[in-house]
């Protein structure tokens, strides 16, 4: 079993809407990544949270730690934004590395 | 801003093959980091380096790999003999110190080998 899983695999939504991205995971963590994945592979980092709730721009982040369950969100969503989402955590013990879940694929369509 | 880079964009090479993948990480961090991302699959962590040694690898780091900074700015991976299932995007990041620093990835490295 996955130690972090995302839902949805994909999302198709018209431009404007409003999105929310999932993301489970089973282990105790340090801290939580949500990082953006562009067509061309580069990775950017969009939020590090250990807990509550974290905002720039459109973009909302919120993680419950008790349930080991965080969301994305995006207000106004816009085509700029079609790209892959990706939930990471930082286990509690041991070292540094980041545990990825599958990405979820997001297309805003005008 | 400061980025992490990385070189070469694309590596193409035969199996068997020796290739070294490079990252200058950003200047002031720490902890350095190999990630690699099979096509349509997960990013999966490949090593983690601090203070001149491995601080971490994972099964799939075997002896085919190796990683080493040079110098004061280059960090690299080395597969030994390539195989076909290292055709992957590889990723370096790095991170300033502490548990709770967000990792900055490179634009990644495109391995294909034929």
């Known amino acids: 079993k996955n130690e972090v899983e995302q839902s949805p695999q994909n999302l198709t939504a018209q431009e404007g809407e409003f999105i929310t991205i999932n993301c489970s995971y089973s282990v105790g963590i340090s801290a939580l990544h949500w990082l953006q994945q562009h067509p061309g592979g580069g990775i950017v980092s969009l939020f590090m949270?250990?807990?509550g709730k974290k905002k720039h721009g459109r973009l909302i982040a919120t993680i419950n730690i008790q349930e080991k369950h965080s969301s994305l969100h995006i207000t106004a969503s816009h085509p700029r934004d079609s790209a892959v989402y990706i939930c990471?955590?930082?286990?509690?013990?041991?070292?540094?590395?980041?545990?990825f879940g599958q990405g979820t694929r997001l297309t805003i369509n005008p | 801003e400061p980025e992490v880079t990385q070189t070469p964009s694309h590596q193409v090479t035969q199996m068997g093959q020796e290739v070294i993948l490079r990252c200058v990480p950003i200047?002031?961090?720490?902890?350095f980091y190999w990630y690699r991302q099979i096509l349509g699959q997960k990013v999966e962590f490949l090593v983690s380096?601090?203070?001149?040694?491995?601080?971490?690898k994972s099964e799939i780091f075997d002896d085919q790999f190796s990683v080493e900074r040079p110098d004061g700015s280059n960090f690299t991976l080395k597969i030994r003999s390539t195989k076909l299932e290292d055709s992957a995007m590889y990723f370096c990041?790095?991170?300033?110190?502490?548990?709770?620093?967000?990792?900055?990835f490179g634009p990644g490295t495109r391995l294909t080998v034929l």
């Open positions: 380096f601090y203070n001149n040694e491995i601080s971490e």
């Open positions: 990471a955590v930082r286990r509690a013990q041991g070292a540094q590395k980041l545990v």
């Open positions: 200047s002031n961090h720490l902890y």
């Open positions: 949270l250990s807990s």
């Open positions: 990041a790095s991170t300033l110190a502490g548990v709770n620093n967000e990792q900055f």
